[in-house]
């Protein structure tokens, strides 16, 4: 395994902490590690590099997402150090499973993709970390012990893209609150309380003495207007915009 996987994270952030030594004894029990990589030679790699700090333990290794969780369920470990890109099961699927049989752990994704997607999706996930291959060996003990403390990590170039994709959902919630809500008519009010009490377009037309076609123009007009695509969403959004109350 390589010296070097590149830098990581925000410099110097433990340097008035103390050495590895000073923070393994500080720990009652070491952080218990399970290393998930499809890659013998890159979990061997890990397991050498991690046995030279006090504080951290591998305590197994899985070689997929479907194994991981198995492990994960009979080690119950600390730390999940897993990668994302797997046969039979990913890593971000088992992120879910993992939490559901061992919900004290926590993951860290360490991996080489930079797609926003599978960071997005791994946070939604569950993980803790997103990190990158590039990182050094260093560097990997010192995320396993930021996570272990409750904090949470992520490359740099990766936190920059969630940054930016968090302030885009910010402003897209921004416009459409900035967006009146559509503005049906008395008689399309009228069809839509109808059709929330389950009544089909003839017995709408009979009620308000229109024709069964004047019923589905109606209709229509309602789900262009709110941009929906059936009866019942139209008036599932009529009641949570309160355009319509029933009762």
């Not at 860290?108 to 291959?133: C, F, P, R, V």
């Not at 004047?214 to 941009?227: A, C, D, S, Y």
């Amino acid at each position: 395994m390589a010296d070097r996987f590149g830098p990581v994270l925000e410099p110097g952030e433990d340097d008035d902490e103390g050495s590895c030594t000073d923070r393994g004894a500080a720990r009652e029990e070491p952080i218990r590690v399970l290393v998930v990589d499809d890659h013998a030679l890159f979990r061997r790699g890990l397991e050498i590099v991690l046995a030279q700090e006090e504080d951290i333990q591998v305590v197994g290794e899985a070689g997929d997402g479907a194994e991981a969780v198995d492990k994960a369920a009979d080690l119950l470990p600390d730390i999940v150090l897993m990668d994302v890109r797997m046969p039979k099961r990913g890593g971000i699927e088992a992120c879910t499973s993992i939490k559901e049989v061992a919900p004290s752990a926590k993951i860290i994704m360490l991996t080489i993709s930079d797609e926003e997607a599978d960071l997005y999706d791994a946070i939604k996930a569950g993980a803790t970390g997103y990190l990158l291959k590039e990182i050094s060996t260093d560097e990997v003990a010192t995320a396993i012990r930021a996570v272990a403390d409750g904090q949470s990590q992520i490359s740099p170039s990766m936190a920059s893209k969630l940054l930016t994709e968090f302030k885009s959902m910010i402003q897209r919630t921004d416009e459409r609150r900035l967006v009146p809500a559509p503005r049906l008519t008395d008689r399309e009010l009228e069809v839509l309380k109808l059709v929330a009490t389950g009544m089909n377009n003839r017995d709408i037309a009979k009620e308000l003495f229109i024709s069964e076609n004047t019923v589905k123009n109606h209709v229509r007009n309602i789900l262009e207007k709110l941009q929906l695509h059936s009866r019942m969403e139209a008036v599932v959004y009529a009641m949570r915009e309160k355009i319509l109350e029933i009762r």
